[in-house]
C-alpha cells in the first residue's frame, strides 16, 4: 500500500477588529487594529498564528502586510518549507505571525508544545501592566475606578496635562506600580521638567521619553528613573547603539519578527545589562499566548493587548483583574 504524505496548506487573512475604547497616545489615536492571521492545517492538525501590523507605530502599511502574506502562501503552495520562508520574511508583524502559527502546528502535530520546543519557562500567572489611555481628568478617573484591582498601571503621557495626569492616578491609586509611556512625545527641556514629578509620584520606570529622532540628547543624561526603548528599539542590531543611552528595551514580537527573535535579543539586551521589558501592540489572545512564552527574564511585562479588542479570539487567554494566566494548549502553543 503507497504511503501518503497529509498536505500542508497555509491559509491568510487581514481582519480589521474595532477596539474596545480608543486608543489614544501622544501621537496617534485609534478606534480599530488590523491583525494578519497564519492557519496552517493538514488532514489532521491546525496551527494559528497572528501578528499586528499596526498602522500608527509601523512605517509600513497593510498593503505591505497583506502582500507578505500573499507571497509566503504561495511559496507554501509550491512546497517551500515553512521555516526557510519565515528566516526570509522582511515583513516583521507578517514573520511574527507565520512563526506562530508554525510552532502552534508543529507543537499540535508532534505532541511537545512550544514551550518544550524552545526549553523556556512559561510563568502560571503573570503581572501585567494594564494601559490608562490618553485623556480628560474624567476619562482617566473613570479608567482608574474600573481597574481599581489592578497591580500595575502604565500611564500614557505626551499631552499638555501630564503631571497633572499623573498626580491624578497616584491619588486614585497610591498602591499601584506605575510607570509611564510617553510614545516619544516629549522633548529633552519636557523630560527635565517633568522628571520631578515622576520621582515624587513613585514612577518606576519611563518608556520612550524622546522620539527616536532625538535619542542622541540622552546621551549625557542621568535620569533616576530607568529610561526604556520602544519606538527606538526593534530588531537585536539597534542594541549596540542605544545601549549608551537606554536602561532597557521593550521587546515586542511584532517588531522584532517573532518568538525567536524576541528570545535572542533579550538574551542580547541581558548580556549588555540592559533591563528588558516585554510589549504588545493591540492584537488577541494568540498574540497574548505567545508572548507569555517571552516573559520569564522581563523586569516589565505589557501583555494586556486581548483586552483592546472587542472581539477576541475562541478560547482566549484566562486574565482576571492584571494577571494573565499560562495558555491552554487548544489557544496556541
Known amino acids: 500500500m ?15 477588529v474595532p ?40 512605517d509600513a502599511d497593510t498593503a505591505e502586510a497583506s502582500a507578505a502574506l500573499k507571497s509566503a502562501a504561495a511559496l507554501v503552495k509550491e512546497g517551500k518549507p515553512p521555516n526557510e520562508i519565515i528566516d526570509q520574511s522582511r515583513n516583521m ?15 499540535k502535530r508532534t505532541g511537545i508544545s512550544v514551550r518544550d520546543q524552545l526549553g523556556v519557562q512559561v510563568p502560571e500567572q503573570q503581572i501585567v501592566m494594564t494601559t490608562i489611555s490618553m485623556g480628560d481628568q474624567r476619562t482617566v478617573e473613570a479608567e482608574l475606578e474600573r481597574t481599581a484591582a489592578h497591580p500595575m498601571l502604565k500611564l500614557k503621557l505626551g499631552s499638555d496635562n501630564d503631571v497633572d495626569r499623573i498626580r491624578i492616578t497616584r ?26 514629578a515622576l520621582h515624587e509620584t513613585d514612577v518606576e520606570m519611563i518608556e520612550q521619553p524622546l522620539p527616536p529622532t532625538s535619542d542622541s540628547d540622552l546621551a ?20 549596540d547603539r542605544l545601549v549608551r543611552l537606554y536602561d532597557g528595551v521593550n521587546v515586542k514580537l511584532d ?22 521589558m516585554v510589549g504588545c501592540l493591540p492584537a488577541s489572545s494568540l498574540s497574548t499566548a505567545v508572548g507569555m512564552h517571552a516573559v520569564i527574564a522581563a523586569e516589565w511585562v505589557d501583555l494586556d493587548n486581548h483586552l483592546w479588542l472587542r472581539q477576541d479570539v475562541e478560547p482566549s487567554i484566562g486574565y482576571s483583574n492584571g494577571l494573565v494566566y499560562a ?7
Open 171 to 196: 491619588r486614585h491609586r497610591p498602591d499601584a506600580r506605575l510607570v509611564v509611556d510617553v510614545n516619544g512625545g516629549w522633548d529633552l527641556a519636557a523630560l527635565e521638567r517633568i522628571l520631578p
Open 19 to 58: 477596539l474596545v475604547t480608543t486608543y489614544q497616545y501622544s501621537r496617534a489615536s485609534d478606534d480599530t487594529c488590523t491583525l494578519a492571521r497564519v492557519t496552517f492545517r493538514d488532514d489532521q492538525h491546525c496551527g494559528r498564528g497572528e501578528g499586528s501590523p499596526f498602522e500608527s507605530f509601523f
Open 220 to 239: 549625557s543624561f542621568e535620569s533616576p528613573i530607568p529610561l526604556v526603548a520602544d519606538e527606538s528599539f526593534s530588531v537585536a542590531e539597534d542594541l
Open 255 to 276: 517588531k522584532c519578527g517573532g518568538l525567536t527573535a524576541a528570545l535572542a535579543c533579550i538574551e542580547d539586551a541581558q548580556d549588555r545589562g540592559m533591563r528588558i
Open 2 to 16: 503507497p504511503i501518503t504524505t497529509p498536505t500542508l496548506t497555509m491559509s491568510t487573512e487581514l481582519v480589521t
Open 327 to 333: 495558555p491552554e494548549s487548544e489557544l496556541w502553543g
Open 93 to 107: 508583524p507578517v514573520k511574527n505571525a507565520i512563526e506562530a502559527a508554525w510552532f502552534d502546528f508543529t507543537a
